[in-house]
């Protein structure tokens, strides 16, 4: 069970969007409805952001959307603001009951 | 209010043993499973396992199986990481968090910091 991959950086002014890519496989994303992205601020636990692909939990600015296409899922941030910037993770189901992060991608607002 | 409060900072030498808690609070323990999450220094979060107390399932990610130990106690609505002799490449802070299985990892704990010198 390999980690997802995602560009390690990404980076925008504050106003823009910043999209960030996260790749699986057939067994992982490519054959799951569950994929999941958090944010994570330094000394603080994981934030979830986006469940079921694109779904926002409560709480959690409409700025934030996710997709899906094959085996490769995105996050994208609007209107980048200075609290946005953080690192962001990728999950997916994998099977057996486990889950699989993505390799992480830090996001700076220019 | 969904809480999970994980055990205090720890600080063990090469070979020690050690168990971490995470006590749960807000809503019945029995319902969700508990994941353990690591993050090494400067590192990425990594999946460690999940225990489910309602039907006392776990699982643990192939990177973790045989390295630790997950378990609840269901009278304490606690879930616990265990390991039997640590190794430095265990420092690191771990996370637990519930698991919604469409939602994903919806609340986590505060962390806890262990660190292990050779």
């Known amino acids: 069970q390999s980690a997802l991959t995602q560009p390690p950086s990404a980076s925008g002014s504050p106003g823009q969007s910043v999209t960030i890519s996260c790749t699986g496989t057939?067994?992982?994303?490519?054959?799951?409805?569950?994929v999941s992205w958090y944010q994570k601020h330094p000394d603080k636990a994981p934030r979830l952001v986006i469940y079921?692909?694109?779904e926002r939990p409560s709480g959690v600015p409409d700025r934030f959307s996710g997709s899906k296409s094959g085996n490769t899922a995105s996050l994208t941030v609007s209107g980048l603001q200075a609290e946005d910037e953080a690192d962001y993770y990728c999950s997916s189901h994998a099977g057996n009951k486990n889950l699989v992060f993505g390799t992480g991608t830090k996001v700076t607002v220019l | 209010e969904v809480q999970l409060v994980q055990s205090g900072e720890e600080v063990k030498k090469a070979g020690e043993s050690l168990k971490i808690s995470c006590k749960v609070s807000?809503?019945?323990?029995?319902?969700?499973?508990i994941a353990w999450v690591r993050q090494m220094p400067g590192k990425g979060l990594e999946w460690m396992g999940i225990v489910y107390p309602g039907d006392s399932d776990i699982r643990y990610s192939p990177s973790f199986q045989g390295q630790v130990i997950i378990s609840d106690d269901k009278s304490l609505d606690t879930a616990y990481l265990q390991w039997t002799s640590l190794k430095a490449s265990d420092t690191a802070m771990y996370y637990c968090?519930?698991?919604?299985?469409?939602?994903?990892?919806?609340?986590w704990g505060q962390g806890t910091l262990v660190t292990v010198s050779s």
């Open positions: 057939r067994n992982d994303i490519g054959n799951s409805d569950f």
């Open positions: 807000g809503y019945p323990f029995n319902t969700y499973g």
């Open positions: 079921e692909i694109s």
């Open positions: 968090a519930r698991h919604h299985y469409n939602r994903g990892l919806e609340f």
